[in-house]
């Protein structure tokens, strides 16, 4: 039997490979990662018009504090940057902006753009583009326990997704990590647990609409049992 659903409702990508992609080409690791931005917007672009409604993409997690000053500070001003000059245009195509992580520790500017990316996009329903900053799948976890129990609620499997930074979304149907490494480090530990996982080699600098065609039609093809015998 096919899959129940041949499109997605959600596509997580963990986009690796942006430092090695400006190595190669004698370039700061900076470099990389301005590129990863524009192809940010290529695939956000060809997943939402292709009705995938949530894209979420992982950017900067709870350990990438530990890279050296000048990439940490270069992604916070290229976060910063995005924020900027995103909002609006997602705004205008009816794309909703979240920043799922913790943000506490941010600097007053990005979080103002933050809130500002919320304001201005909460309500729309053409798509959903969570940017997972200072992220971290274990944190999410805790963070959600901590939550339910000093509420003092149940804890069940839906009140548990209700307490996540994804509450209210599907769970990722299709998880993408490029860059050739074959790990999920700490990305969506909750909700990746019935997730078709895809590893390409390709450094995402270079990762096209036409690899993320493949996907999909290789998902479209995937007989999806969730633990059932079919
Ligand atoms: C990993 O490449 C990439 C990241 C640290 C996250 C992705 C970041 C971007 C695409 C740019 C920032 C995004 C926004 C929205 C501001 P790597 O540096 O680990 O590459 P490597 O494995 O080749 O060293």
Redesign the pocket.
């Known amino acids: 039997m096919k899959s129940d659903k041949a499109l997605p409702r959600h596509i997580a990508i963990i986009?690796?490979?942006?430092?090695?992609?400006a190595k190669r080409r004698m370039m700061p690791?900076g470099f990389?990662?301005r590129e990863?931005?524009k192809v940010?917007d290529r695939i956000a672009d060809a997943v939402f018009s292709r009705g995938i409604g949530c894209l979420t993409?992982?950017?900067?997690s709870t350990e990438?504090w530990k890279r050296p000053e000048e990439e940490v500070d270069g992604?916070l001003d290229?976060?910063k940057k995005?924020l900027r000059k995103k909002t609006p245009l997602l705004a205008e195509k009816g794309i909703r902006l979240n920043v799922l992580g913790d943000t506490s520790v941010l600097d007053a500017e990005t979080l103002a753009l933050i809130s500002d990316a919320y304001e201005k996009t909460h309500g729309l329903r053409a798509g959903t583009l969570n940017?997972c900053f200072n992220y971290g799948g274990r944190a999410e976890i805790v963070r959600a326990a901590a939550k339910l129990a000093g509420e003092g609620r149940e804890i069940t499997e839906q009140s548990f997704s209700d307490a996540l930074y994804t509450a209210g979304m599907p769970d990722p149907d299709i998880l993408i990590r490029t860059?050739g490494e074959h790990r999920i480090s700490n990305f969506l530990l909750y909700q990746t647990a019935y997730s078709e996982i895809y590893f390409t080699g390709t450094?995402?600098p270079d990762f096209t609409e036409k690899e993320l065609d493949e996907i999909l039609a290789d998902f479209a093809a995937t007989d999806r049992r969730y633990g059932k015998v079919k």
């Open positions: 986009m690796d490979g942006n430092g090695r992609w690791r990389g990662h990863g931005v940010i993409l992982f950017a900067f990438n992604l290229l976060f995005y940017i860059g450094l995402w």
